[in-house]
């Protein structure tokens, strides 16, 4: 048995780590970890490890997914078989070369040829051991019967070492010389010489670490006598090659990977106003937002680009109100209201993903923390008690979690956010309207949303809503399982006009009696009066700090004493929108005053990246405020991007923002990028341009237009099914019979949503122009064999 974990890695640099799954061959993980991809990259990566105390933990083996292949996985979810994991085969990063081929004629008339290698430059070499490595490279000339090797200088900590270096081989005897032989080399010697480039980390007292090699067979001068490109570094020879044939296992994952080409914000103004005019369009299945969801493969896809371009610009409350109107006309039975899995209920599940993420944190997070932290005993199930398992005790270890949860939800009312409370209001006149006999329809409108789909997912998936670093473990997911069910029952059984319990467990019924009281009723229903009223609340959110982002990084020291040392040390960080802290340990009672660091966010002047060269360190940033710069590292590029891009939205709106930076450090006296003496001296180089200032919603609504742009080319089949359903209903004034055709396509006014169909389709095209500049650009500058589009294997 093993104890399992995976990681993530972009290349070799990992971004994120799975909990350790002990004692299993077969670890279920159930992790989801989202990121935007700060880099170019050749491949992402997953590693199985076997957690080891005492030693260094054994990669198991591996998943290597190249970035051209991710799109063929996206959306799919695959068992991938584990691949033996070599150090001659973990390799990343790229060289830059140029051979030359020159004639040298000696003093008694004979002649020479002699190659020249001149190795310039590599890139994106990898971390070793999360430092910068310390790089040389060997040049060899590979024949039958020679192997003639030299050495560059070694590269201290630099993961893009500049050598610049050039090497002299003879590749041809001595011969006379002759016009008809000038510059060649005789043919059969060109096809048995190779130029080999290795590249290797120096591990000064220790093994040098093997970095990736390249071969370029001397032959590329068979045209020309020059020749400049760059090389992929690949593995060796042997890399992947394995003597033995076990079954590593397999890993099951599920990949979403998308590619976004935004174009400047001019390009996307007549999509983005058609779109923002979706809540006015009457009826709203005519809208462009509408026909949309209505054409895409997976209404998933429109959803949430749809839900955050309508959010960002206050449009969502008026097409979320419309489209659960159409929800209601199908609805027969009151008790039945939006459980089903329609645009206006995937709409509103996004938005509360996206907008009540703080309210989860201050309302479920101290008490998911508490039961997760805690190995109490919850299982009530006869079946599956455990032996020594007292079931009483169990009732009241999970009537005590649910009694505290409960509560905790009914009276936080003025946590809801506002957006939230907006939706819930107009839901309830709609219900009520719809159903008008029915006087628990009010609060069922409401708490089908609010506690089926919020609260209750939140508390059986904590991890997902960022409220638990990982998944749980199994006997808290049961625990969990067990809350969410009572929870969700208690917030629909005070709101349904059947009060009775809908558990199909004997076991769950027998324990849900505990909770039949009027005074359960009575609290849910005052808390779905009060966040779906429109009366003003004294919001909580000025008063308190909005949490934002924590986590472990190394900052470097700030020097306060003169004897002391400025070196990097962990700290725990943490942001909200008043302040960023950080201390030595998380979640501990620190005792001294000056323990914990703090600098208020109106005191951020900008935040930015900084240089590599300032500290031999990657992934690094700056803090720069009314003191001193706080220079910090990230533990990968996703993390110091994810860090930067929080800061910068939190202190964009600061009156007393810098225009200017210096990219580098103040060390020994002066700035290393401009050579300036002065600390004080104005910044070398121009602020980068700034980000969406709402701290708690970050939509780039380009980006979000582009993938809208990207759902309707991809869909173009289906929206002009949908054109010419609309035509065929407007000529014969009834609904098409072929039911293939058109039955899937929800109609009402066939004159205005054909109308619509034209303006996206007219849209469409003018946005086509752009893009396929943008791709023949991109395809002619991308030269194969520049830094862009290096050469994969031998050069031929």
Not at 297 to 309: F, G, Q
Not at 436 to 456: E, T
Request: with cysteine.
């Amino acid at each position: 048995m093993r104890d399992c974990f995976c990681t993530i890695n972009l290349d070799q640099e990992e971004v994120y780590r799975t909990q350790v799954v002990e004692k299993s061959l077969s670890p279920f993980f159930s992790e989801e970890f989202y990121f935007e991809i700060p880099r170019t990259f050749q491949y992402l990566s997953f590693y199985v490890y076997d957690k080891n105390v005492l030693q260094r933990d054994l990669r198991i083996g591996k998943v290597a997914i190249k970035k051209e292949d991710l799109c063929n996985h996206s959306g799919k979810e695959t068992w991938f078989s584990l691949q033996p994991v070599d150090s001659n085969s973990e390799v990343q990063g790229k060289v830059h070369l140029e051979l030359k081929l020159n004639e040298l004629i000696t003093e008694n008339g004979t002649v020479c040829q002699q190659l020249v290698v001149h190795i310039k430059a590599c890139h994106g070499l990898p971390l070793i051991n999360g430092q910068s490595c310390d790089p040389y490279a060997t040049v060899s000339l590979v024949g039958p019967s020679r192997n003639d090797q030299k050495k560059t200088k070694v590269k201290k900590k630099t993961s893009n070492p500049q050598f610049n270096e050039i090497f002299y081989f003879e590749v041809t005897r001595s011969s006379s010389y002759t016009r008809k032989s000038q510059f060649q080399v005789e043919e059969e010697d060109i096809e048995k010489l190779e130029i080999r480039i290795d590249l290797w980390n120096n591990g000064n007292l220790v093994q040098d670490v093997f970095l990736g090699e390249i071969k370029v067979p001397v032959n590329v001068l068979r045209t020309d006598s020059s020749h400049q490109a760059w090389y992929l570094l690949q593995p060796r020879d042997n890399g992947n090659k394995s003597s033995k044939t076990d079954d590593l296992g397999s890993l099951r994952l599920n990949i979403c990977y998308t590619e976004d080409c935004v174009l400047p914000s001019e390009y996307y103004g007549p999509l983005k106003t058609l779109l923002l005019k979706s809540p006015d369009v009457q009826p709203i299945s005519a809208s462009a937002a509408y026909i949309l969801s209505e054409i895409c493969r997976d209404k998933n896809d429109a959803v949430l680009p749809l839900v955050r371009l309508l959010l960002h610009h206050d449009k969502l409350v008026p097409f979320a109100t419309a489209v659960a109107e159409l929800d209601l006309k199908d609805t027969q039975d009151a008790n039945t209201i939006f459980r089903g899995n329609s645009l206006a209920t995937r709409c509103l599940d996004e938005m509360m993903k996206i907008v009540g993420g703080h309210y989860l944190k201050v309302t479920l997070k101290p008490i998911l923390d508490e039961i997760c932290d805690s190995s109490k005993s919850c299982e009530i199930d006869p079946i599956k008690l455990k032996e020594g398992d007292n079931v009483e005790n169990n009732k009241e270890n999970l009537r005590y979690y649910v009694d505290k949860l409960f509560n905790t939800i009914v009276k936080s009312s003025m946590s809801c956010p506002t957006l939230m409370c907006d939706i819930f209001y107009s839901l309830r006149q709609m219900a009520t309207q719809r159903f008008p006999n029915d006087p628990h329809v009010q609060y069922s409108a409401v708490s089908s949303f609010v506690f089926l789909r919020f609260f209750a997912v939140a508390v059986v998936s904590p991890h997902t809503f960022h409220l638990r670093p990982h998944h749980p473990d199994a006997q808290t997911i049961r625990t969990l399982t067990l809350i969410s069910k009572t929870i969700q029952t208690l917030g629909t059984w005070g709101s349904l006009s059947k009060s009775k319990s809908s558990f199909k467990e004997t076991f769950m019924c027998e324990f849900f009696k505990m909770f039949q009281e009027e005074g359960y009723i009575i609290a849910v229903k005052k808390f779905l009066d009060e966040i779906s009223s429109t009366e003003t609340k004294e919001s909580s959110g000025t008063s308190e700090p909005v949490h934002l982002k924590e986590g472990e990084m190394y900052k470097r020291a700030q020097g306060r004493t003169r004897i002391g040392k400025k070196n990097f040390k962990k700290r725990w960080f943490c942001l909200t929108s008043r302040e960023l802290t950080y201390h030595k340990q998380p979640g501990k009672f620190i005792e001294r005053k000056d323990a914990i660091y703090t600098i208020p966010v109106k005191n951020i002047l900008a935040v930015e990246k900084l240089e590599e060269s300032s500290f031999n360190k990657k992934n690094m940033f700056q803090v720069i405020h009314t003191e001193k710069p706080l220079y910090v590292q990230a533990n990968n590029c996703v993390e110091a991007n994810e860090w930067i891009d929080v800061l910068c939205r939190v202190s964009r709106c600061n009156q007393n923002r810098l225009s200017f930076y210096h990219p580098s450090a103040y060390i020994n006296g002066n700035w290393l990028c401009c050579q300036e003496t002065s600390e004080n001296t104005l910044g070398c180089k121009p602020c980068t341009a700034g980000v969406p200032a709402d701290i708690q919603i970050d939509i780039d609504e380009d980006r979000e237009t582009e993938r809208i742009y990207s759902l309707f080319t991809l869909s173009l089949l289906k929206l002009q099914k949908m054109e010419e359903a609309c035509g065929t209903i407007a000529v014969y004034q009834g609904p098409q019979k072929e039911p293939d055709d058109y039955s899937n396509f929800v109609i009402e006014d066939s004159v205005t949503t054909f109308k619509t169909i034209q303006q996206i389709k007219s849209v469409i095209e003018k946005l086509d122009e752009p893009h396929e500049k943008y791709r023949k650009k991109r395809s002619s500058s991308a030269k194969y064999g520049s830094k862009e589009n290096p050469i994969v294997g031998k050069a031929s």
